[in-house]
């Protein structure tokens, strides 16, 4: 059973949740939520064969939210004892006393809380017992993977293996009360390549709910060298129009910066360039963008959101046109809106697939600019203007002609959504977000 590897019971859990609230309620609170949690975990790095750090991490905490009408207050702790929590919920209360009235404030509406039925179990724990010599020696292979490769293969910022176990339970003085046990896992390498004076690096990693999902320790490994070899020599390039081409990882931010455009706290603060967007046409007609709550082993699933509010499959984005926000019970009820079940952020987004894989857009673009890294954070959400530093690839009649870097890719991401002609199916998972690589005509390359 999944308590057993953990120090509390999910008995205890729920005790240390109804206490805290009948504190809270015996004290003066209008309102009240509280969630316990505890975790536990492993890491180890070795860096050229070396173990550089071991890393063994057991943490466990409680928070309080309290209302005093529409004023709100929160407070946390470590200390699980009975007098901690009784003085949390006092601390609580005393802030709230002090902060201002917020009409928005309170609890999700009754209705959209999911229900005992509700919460399933989405296969998200899969504990890894894997002692620290077993750790070792697979970041040792994966780092290896890379130094075999060629002797250009020079230097190492490490390679990692991490295995972390967590649980909570989170209850509200409506009657809600929900948790789960799960698990996320991952082997991660970074490698220097150089040839003379010059010196490039690139990494790779793996990340699962389950160890039996990872990609092989030797292949991640091998990967990340084949991606700081492909980088050496690289150019500069002048600055002009062009296609360019996202690589997945990179793709995965750009559909990030939607979501963060169309989350409440943006649109309420009136800081975005999607305001008033619902029905309208905002991504290219071949984009369709869905969200997967209830994926089994998914990354983000969860059966209800940070409020306790029930979460849905939805169509996101359909051909291009916007069909929903992602709104907490705050933040819609600041837009005079309902809460879209994503508080504590989006669940699952995936991104539709085109028909080609990477070689098929590579030709698809013709000439442009293949994209692997972006750097810095030129992204200015009120007006959309978009400036990063990138490298990449040049691409030449559908052929990578040689690496690139420093240089800057810019736009505007309103004009760059629109512009969005191909995605493809090399669909890659990076947290929250599943995207394949992305073609977007026309952008602005600056270079030398």
Known sequence: MPHARFSLEDDTLRTIVADTLARAREKGATESEAEVSEG?????????GTVETIE??????????????KQKGYASTSDLSRKAIMDTVDAALSIARFTAADEANGLADPELLARPDDIRDLDLFHPWDLPVEQAIEIARRCEAAAFRLDPRITNSEGATVSCQHSQFMFGTSAGFLGGYPSTRHYI?????AQEGDAMQRDDWYSTTRSPG???KPGAIGDYAGRRALAR?????????????LLEAPVANGLIGHFVSAVSGGNLYRKSSFLLDSLGTQVFSPIVNLREAPHKRRGQASACFDDDGVLTRPRDVVKEGVLQGYFLGTYSARKLAMRSTGNAGGNHNL????????????????????FVTELMGHGINLVTGDYSRGAAGYWVENGEIQYPVEEITIAGNLREMFRNIVAIGNDTLARGSRESGSILIEGMTVAGN
């Open 40 to 48: 536990y975990g492993q890491t180890v790095t070795v860096r050229k």
């Open 56 to 69: 063994h991490n057991r943490d466990k905490g409680l928070g309080v939210t309290v209302l005093i009408g």
């Open 188 to 192: 991660a390498c970074s490698v220097i």
């Open 213 to 215: 999902d990872l990609a």
């Open 232 to 244: 050496l020599r690289s150019r500069k390039i002048k600055t002009r129009e062009a296609r360019v």
């Open 350 to 369: 995936v991104l539709e697939s085109g028909d080609k894989n990477l070689v098929g857009l590579l030709r698809e673009m013709g000439t442009g600019l």
